[in-house]
């Protein structure tokens, strides 16, 4: 004799099963909520903060809700979202364009931006901050639903996937209105554990994101030469700003008063200051970790980044590697090398040697910020 709860989840799992026939016979996307059940470790790390509690920097989880606890029209919108990912996807040939999706980037900034010297917070309303972190787990649950990597996020540690499906590893709620996005004080003291280090580089809608990748032809055959392709575009192109990092420099730099927008990154810039004219400008170490992070999550390979002597570092979770200085792929005495970027990377061992083991921000092995660069421009 079934039990109330055994019929439940019967029930569900045929009431599944008829709807996703059906829809495969009309040639529509799966449906998220079906495939979420049958995948309760990926349904379990997405989480909406949906209030403000306590802090805005390590976000109590009592303040987010997970997607099983999501009303309807919740789980509609990310069904909806998935589906015009699904079908953009499909659509595309040759040129990857992101023209349609229909987000305006980058965001209008509530914040006060008037006085130049202020450290460039970027605030946003709350629409558009759930539509862009929607739109974001629609696109990452396609890439992984539809196959388009060669890699998986089956099996993935909790530490992983909440890089990718928590909405407090890419925003956070303030004490007044509407939502935070990136940093624009990545030395604050309130930033302690290593998972809410978000970078100060402005994420970007994920299709313009991803059609990035592919246009450049940097989403490799694993993980690691994906990284490597991409630490060797921003070697190639980048440069580090100049000045301070406040919304006089963003402006700047990025003609956007807040932190610097990744497709403008992507794009290249003119400064108008002096000795300075058009680049790829990133805003130092911290701007550039953020670069990686969130372009790197358009193909679902979680990066965090750590925070030592005041620098920034990449942590690249699945490979178990790291960069040591998020300048580095642009220092110049590394260009003159001629190495491929890739060989920045440094092992667990070397860099729990050169930095400690814990995972905190600290101030540990200060001398060894840029080891790597050394190493490799005096062999």
């Known amino acids: 004799m079934w039990t109330p709860e055994a019929f439940a989840r019967f029930l569900a799992a045929w009431t599944c099963w008829i709807s996703s026939w059906f829809r495969a016979l009309l040639g529509r996307p799966p449906l998220v909520r079906c495939w979420l059940r049958q ?6 790390a997405i989480r909406w ?5 306590t802090t805005a920097y390590d976000v109590p989880e009592s303040a987010k809700r997970p ?12 069904q909806s979202a998935f589906d015009d990912a699904w ?15 229909g987000l305006a980037y980058p965001p209008a900034n509530i914040n006060n931006t008037t006085n130049d010297a202020a450290a460039p917070w970027t605030r946003v309303d709350e629409s558009w901050a759930r539509d862009l972190f929607v739109r974001w787990l629609a696109f990452q649950l396609v890439i992984e639903i539809g196959g388009h990597v060669p890699w998986s996020l089956g099996g993935s540690p909790s530490e992983e996937l909440q890089v990718l499906f928590d909405s ?25 554990k290593r998972k809410d280090n978000l970078g100060t580089s402005l994420i970007a809608p994920p299709w313009s994101t991803y059609a990035f990748l592919a246009n450049e032809g940097l989403i490799g055959a694993n993980r690691l030469d994906t990284i490597g392709r991409l630490l060797q575009w921003v070697s190639d192109n980048c440069a580090h700003y100049f000045g301070h990092f406040n919304y006089g420099e963003t402006d700047n730099h990025w003609q956007f008063r807040g932190n610097p927008p990744i497709t403008r990154i992507i794009e290249g810039t003119t400064n108008p200051a002096p000795g300075t004219g058009f680049n790829h400008w990133t805003a130092g170490c911290h701007g550039t970790t953020g670069f990686l992070r969130n372009v790197l999550r358009a193909v679902n390979i979680p990066m ?11 942590v690249f979770l699945t490979e178990n590697l790291y960069l040591d200085h998020g300048d580095n792929p642009y220092n110049l005495d590394f260009k003159a090398t001629t190495l491929p970027a890739s060989s920045l990377l440094i092992d667990h061992a070397t860099y ?3 930095f400690g083991t814990a995972t905190d921000n600290r101030a540990v092995g200060c001398d060894k910020i840029g080891e790597q660069v050394n190493l490799l421009s005096t062999n």
């Open 67 to 78: 997607y099983d606890d999501w009303s309807k029209l919740e789980q509609g919108e990310l």
């Open 352 to 354: 729990t040697a050169w």
């Open 168 to 192: 407090a590893s890419i925003m956070s709620r303030p004490a007044s209105t509407g939502f935070t996005i990136a940093t624009g004080s990545p030395g604050h003291g309130n930033y302690v």
């Open 49 to 53: 903060q949906f209030r403000f509690q």
């Open 87 to 101: 079908q953009w996807m499909a659509a595309q040939s040759g040129v990857w364009d992101p023209a349609g999706e």
């Open 304 to 314: 965090q980044i750590s925070t030592v002597c005041g620098h920034s570092q990449a």
């Open 39 to 44: 995948n309760p470790d990926i349904a379990a």
